[in-house]
């Protein structure tokens, strides 16, 4: 990410494609600040996404929650098929401009991998594993803290690393209602066919997504490597 602090040293590289423009270089914001205020607002929407996404699947698992499992899913299913576009323009009369619907829509957007990943993991805890735990004296809570969640939590990390990578994508459109983000070089080349704003902007997003998907998939592997799964 070093790029980031160091956008000038490219400018004869952004020069050669883009020719005709007056400047090649986005100044009007601090690329530092762009990324600190992209990773705000994924890091919010992605904790409401694994906090909702997690609990909901625990709940479902549960004899007496299993009954909601097919309304859960679909109410899911919706908020990442609706497109986050129309969930902003939906959000912004009642949420208003900037980070909040933004949010909003990328909480909705990331629930799904979330949900789904946290059903698979708890449901392929093997029974016997289960069974065994509660024949030691463990309670329900104690065996889901101490015996589901961990060896489920490879798998249920493996979703969360799915929904952050495309929240970190998906971000740069709250750029369009005045969110602060990595998309606001994009929406300024765009508007002015400027193509090395867009580049710089869309690399710089490119590259956060890639270095926190590696950061996932050393600690998914340490968990899997941990639980045998």
Known sequence: MTAVFAMGQFEGLFRQL???????????????QLLLNHLLVVAVASAFSVFI?????????RRWGRDFLPLVSQIA??????????????SVPLLGFGNLPTIFALMLYGLLPVLRNTLAGLQGVPPSVVEAARG?????????????LPLASPVILAGIRTSVT????????????????????????LVNGNTAYVLQGAVLIGVLAICVDSTFERVQHGLASRYGR
């Not at 709250?174 to 983000?181: H, K, L, N, V, Y």
């Open 166 to 189: 495309i929240t970190i994508a998906t971000a740069a459109i709250g750029s369009t209602i005045g969110a602060s983000t990595l998309g606001n070089p994009v929406i300024a080349g």
């Open 77 to 90: 299913s919706i908020g990442q098929t609706f497109p986050p576009v129309a969930v902003l323009a939906l």
């Open 18 to 32: 883009t020719p005709d423009a007056r400047e090649v270089i986005y100044q009007r914001e601090s690329f530092a």
């Open 136 to 148: 030691i004296g463990m309670g329900p809570l104690q065996v889901l803290l101490q015996v589901e």
């Open 53 to 61: 996404g997690v609990l909901a699947g625990v709940l479902v698992t």
